[in-house]
């Protein structure tokens, strides 16, 4: 009987949607360093589970998924070995620098470093600053980094709009919530994509016959966040935890050693005891102010309520100046209607959480609107050799994005909240 490794793997790893995960040895290196180990104890989709018990899945799993998936567009585009080499191994680490319960994390690390901070400096500070990163990585350090955060061809395939990253949460997440909506061809897409090259230098495209698969991967990706990623009790949970590290930054409860990037030495060592279990069990032993509240309450899904819930529309806000005051409000004029909203209403401080959501899918702009962008609209190399981006697309034609106003509180006072709420906005709520 035949052995299932092929010539260069190293390790099989059990996977849920692939079958296997076949590594080369210094793949292996790179997944057994306690900076990928630490992915293992960081959820891929946050506070996601409270409304889907069984998204539990892992940041580690989508690294190996991603990694599976980048590996096989590298072969259907023809890429060299060692490029081939480069590529998986930058979409293994590509998450690497996520905190606790993943994108949340950015928000207190923004609130420390400033707002263009992300995990996406964070990777590149592990890589450059954590030895066993550095050993595991090896000669090839440099150009992996290159192609996490560059912007050329290689770096298509982990991060553009049609890349590894995004074809594999979207299945994986589909997979470990039990909803339909994430699910997409995978084998027309990849076995689609194709290598153009237009002005500057090469990108990654699709050919025509993969347009139907294509439209149905854009549609999960829009699905997916209107019905999963954006759910009202998600968002609702997720602000809580972000509330309960920042006011422990702030009452001091939560060392900002664990936040401030500035001496990448320092930081690095402790930003890596971070996890959804470390971050918890700190603010509960260590803070007696609010955010220890706010973390029991999510453990007991205690959930503060919707009690105001307004769409920025037309229809709603006629008023088109008004309507964009909404949408553009600063941090500083969601704090300052939060406040109001407090008094008004008779609820403690910090217990009327204002929230905007805007559901805008990038893969529905049209290609105008996203030069200077990082992620484009992808493009299509028709029969005739002539290249295009899906601006014909009828979803992209009729799609704009869907933004609403949410005014979260205690169950107690929703009444009183939703009427102070109108106040303050000036609009009957449609909840």
């Known amino acids: 009987m035949s052995s299932p490794f092929l010539y260069w793997e190293r390790k099989l790893v059990r996977d849920p949607l692939y079958g296997f995960v076949g590594l080369t040895t210094s793949e292996d290196r790179i997944l057994n360093t306690f900076a990928m180990q630490r992915l293992a104890r960081i959820k891929q989709l946050a506070h996601a589970y409270i409304v889907y018990p069984s998204a539990v899945h892992n940041r580690l799993e989508h690294a190996l998924g991603t990694l599976s998936i980048a590996g096989r567009m590298c072969d259907q585009l023809s890429v060299t070995k060692r490029d081939k080499q480069i590529v998986r191994a930058a979409a293994l680490i590509h998450d690497v620098g996520h905190g606790p319960y993943s994108h949340l994390f950015e928000e207190p690390m923004r609130f420390v ?9 964070v990777t590149k500070l592990i890589a450059e600053h954590d030895p066993s990163m ?42 470990h919530t039990g909803v339909a909506y994430g699910i997409f061809d995978l084998e027309r897409v990849v076995r689609s994509v194709c290598r153009i090259h237009e002005t500057d230098r090469d ?10 698969a294509l439209e149905s991967y854009r549609l999960a990706r829009y699905s997916m966040h209107t019905q999963v990623y954006e759910h009202h009790a998600r968002l609702i949970a997720d602000d809580m935890f972000v509330r309960a590290v920042i006011g ?10 664990y936040f401030d990037a500035s001496n990448a ?25 609010q955010s220890r509240a706010l ?20 229809e709603k806000v006629p008023n088109p100046l008004r309507r964009e005051k909404l949408i553009n409000m600063t941090k500083d004029k969601v704090q300052e209607a939060e406040r109001k909203i407090s008094v008004e209403a008779k609820v403690e401080p910090g217990r009327v959480i204002v929230h905007l959501q805007s559901i805008t899918i990038k893969l529905y702009e049209k290609f105008e609107e996203s030069i200077g962008k990082k992620e484009k609209p992808i493009l299509i190399l028709r029969r005739d050799g002539s290249v295009s981006s899906l601006d014909e697309s009828p979803i992209s034609a009729s799609l704009t994005p ?30």
């Open 248 to 257: 422990g930054i702030q009452s001091g409860t939560l060392s900002k050693e």
């Open 265 to 289: 030495d320092k930081f690095v060592p402790k930003f890596m005891e971070l996890d959804d279990n470390s971050i918890e069990h700190y603010i509960m032993e260590h803070s007696t102010d």
């Open 203 to 212: 990108y990654v495209a699709i050919e025509e016959k993969g347009m139907e």
């Open 113 to 121: 470093n400033g707002e263009d901070f992300n995990h996406e400096n």
């Open 402 to 431: 869907i933004r609403r106003l949410f005014v979260f509180c205690p169950e107690r006072k929703v009444n009183a909240v939703k009427s102070a709420a109108e106040k303050q906005f000036q609009v009957k709520s449609t909840y």
């Open 295 to 314: 973390i029991e309450d999510i453990r007991s899904r205690r959930l503060l309520k919707r009690a105001y819930v307004l769409p920025l529309t037309q």
């Open 134 to 175: 550095r050993r595991a990585l090896g000669k090839i350090r440099e150009e992996v980094l290159n192609v996490l955060s560059g912007d050329s061809f290689l770096s298509d395939i982990v991060s553009s709009s049609l890349d590894a990253d995004k074809m594999d949460y979207l299945r994986r997440d589909s997979y």
